[in-house]
């Protein structure tokens, strides 16, 4: 099964996401809201059930939820969260420059084509318009309970962490190739049953510094990239990484500056703002 057929014939992910989403949510939303105005029109990239609109509280007037799930807009539409169109986010169904903010939110991660979802993002936001993109940073790889390895075996676990760490080097020290897949689970595609249960991305990692070199490279102005000390709730760290981090974020703008070690201090979410046309 095809990562985009799964997600338009489940069923139970968008009510889960319904019922534990505004819980789990990382991102406090007045860190996000600060950098766009809710009056403009915003395109919510895979926004699914739209559920993005009812946590920054967004006008439904100018909300607009693109998604390829039938299943998540009809939440939509029944929650009356504003606009919806029903749309591969690879090709959106949109005119370009009708934008004044994107949102990608939890979803460029299981995007088998990630790159062409941020072209198309960058397509439709207007000159001067915004794009805000958050989801899952690779917070401490080398944690026992890291989530994205909850149901995977040791071996695989100590392959992939080794994998990310030499990626990160390799993107740091050889010219930038936008390439954030570091083993995609093909299994997991084919049985949707396991693709729910453990969460496992089509692309198992989307690196928070391919997707910021990209942005970078397409010549969009960086707003703002947040670091670990910004994140609402982090996740399960035992005392001694809470001690360390308590301990660098005296250091992070000398972090920031430093070639690699800076990849291990910048975070989701990313605000980029599209050039004016001159």
């Known amino acids: 099964m095809r990562v985009d057929d799964y997600y338009k014939s489940v069923r139970g992910y968008h009510q889960i996401v319904e ?18 105005d809710t009056n403009g029109i915003t395109v919510d990239v895979a926004g699914g059930s739209g559920i993005n609109a009812a946590i920054l509280g967004l006008h439904a007037t100018g909300y607009v939820c693109a998604d390829i799930s039938f299943v998540g807009l009809t939440i939509a539409e029944e929650k009356k969260r504003g606009m919806y169109v029903q749309t591969d986010v690879k090709t959106l169904a949109l005119k370009s420059n009708v934008a004044d903010t994107v949102l990608c939110s939890w979803s460029l991660e299981h995007m088998t084509a990630p ?47 080794w994998q990310i760490f030499f ?3 390799k993107n740091e020290f050889r010219p930038f190739r936008y390439d954030p897949y570091i083993n995609p689970d093909v299994a997991a595609l084919a049985e949707p049953d ?6 496992t991305d089509a692309v198992h990692c989307v690196l928070c510094q391919e997707t910021f070199k990209l942005l970078r490279a397409r010549g969009m102005r960086i707003i703002h990239i947040s670091d670990f000390s910004e994140m609402g709730k982090h996740l399960n760290n035992g005392m001694y990484i809470r001690s360390i981090r308590s301990i660098l974020r005296i250091f992070l703008p000398l972090l920031r500056c430093v070639p690699f070690l800076r990849w291990f201090v910048l975070r989701f979410p990313i605000v980029v703002e599209k050039p004016e046309i001159v």
Do not use: C, T
């Open 19 to 36: 019922d534990e989403h505004q819980e789990v949510f990382v991102v406090p939303p007045h860190l996000l809201l600060r950098f766009f």
């Open 115 to 161: 790159e062409s979802v941020l072209e198309e993002m960058m397509r439709i936001v207007k000159p001067g318009g915004r794009i805000l993109i958050w989801g899952p940073n690779w917070d401490n790889i080398f944690r026992k309970d890291f989530p994205q390895f909850a149901h995977k075996d040791i071996g695989y676990i100590r392959s992939v962490r």
């Open 167 to 169: 990626k990160m080097m």
């Open 194 to 199: 396991r693709y729910i249960s453990g969460d």
